[in-house]
Structure formats: C-alpha cells, structure tokens
C-alpha cells in the first residue's frame, strides 16, 4: 500500500509539474506574440527629408518627403512614405524626370517600389503617366501595374487601359487591354 500511494503520489506531481509548464510556456508563446504585435514600431524616422543621390559628384535623382518610417529591422525590411514622394530624375544631359504619389513603399530585398495615390510620372519631353498604383523594379529600371492608367505623349496621343508594364524611358510600352491614339512613333 506504501508504494501505491508513493507511486500515486509520484504521478500527481509529475504530471501538475507537466500541465504547470505547459500554461506556463502557452501565457509566454501569448505575451510573446502580443509584444510583437505591439512592437512593430520603425527602427527610425525623419520628417522634412531631403535625399540626393550622385554618382560622380553629379546629382542622378532627389527623393522629398513630409515622412519616412525605417522598419529595417525586421524580418522583410522596408522603408515606408506614408505621406507621399517627389522623386527628381536627373539623365546624362540634366533633363529632369518627375514621379509623384501619395503614398509610397520600397521594399528593401527586391528591390521594389510600391507608389500608391494619385500616382504621376512627368518627362522632360512632354511624356506623362497617370495612375492610381504603380510599382517600379529598381533592378530592371521597369514600371508596372494592374490599374487602370492613362498616357500621353505631350504631342497629343495617348495610351489608356487597365494593366501596363512599360521601360523607364517610355520607349517600351506591354499593354493588357488597352486603346488610345498614338501620332508618333520612334
């Protein structure tokens, strides 16, 4: 009979050792989850900002911005503009390229940028894109979206549709469904 209740004893605290761990790792994985949801906070950020991009001693680009979010600390880093971007484009001859959004994105492991809100390219030449998403594949310096979009070339022909994919220069345009008139061709 000793050793019955020893056993039974052995068991009871055995196992209220077993279900104590258990709720205690179960509040823990909780607390944990309920911090990271809480401390998704940006590692940095930066009002007013102003950025100038040169190679050569020569400015290529300028990227203004009421905000920036810097949220690099993260698993899949970015940099977030929650209150738009007027991104200057300079080329070899000092021609100047303009793209305006509302909102914009870039994601730091591809490489790409998502322009959302009132979304306007504006070239030197006349050349204009309107949109209300467009993304940017920094790598392949190529443009494209689902959206609907409209696109003129300053001389009075015009592109419109849902979905295009297109060059930085303009020069390569991929229509879904489109229509327009083009009076030009290169």
Do not use: H
């Amino acid at each position: 009979m000793k050793l019955y209740f020893r056993n039974n004893i052995l068991i009871m605290v055995t196992t209220l050792f077993v279900v104590t761990m258990f709720f205690s790792c179960e509040t823990t994985l909780k607390d944990k989850q309920k911090f990271n949801k809480s401390s998704f906070l940006p590692i940095s950020e930066a009002d007013s900002i102003n950025l100038k991009y040169t190679d050569s001693g020569k400015i290529k680009s300028t990227l203004r911005s009421p905000k920036m979010l810097d949220y690099s600390q993260i698993e899949n880093p970015f940099t977030e503009f929650p209150k738009g971007v007027l991104v200057t484009i300079y080329d070899n001859q000092n021609n100047i390229t303009t793209i305006k959004s509302d909102y914009a994105i870039r994601y730091k492991m591809t490489d790409i940028i998502d322009l959302q809100g009132n979304v306007v390219i504006t070239s030197y030449d006349g050349k204009k894109m309107e949109t209300s998403q467009l993304y940017f594949d920094q790598k392949n310096e190529w443009f494209f979206t689902e959206k609907f979009f409209k696109y003129s070339d300053g001389e009075g022909g015009y592109l419109q549709g849902p979905g295009v994919d297109f060059s930085r220069d303009f020069k390569i345009f991929n229509m879904q469904n489109s229509s327009g008139e083009v009076t030009t061709v290169e």
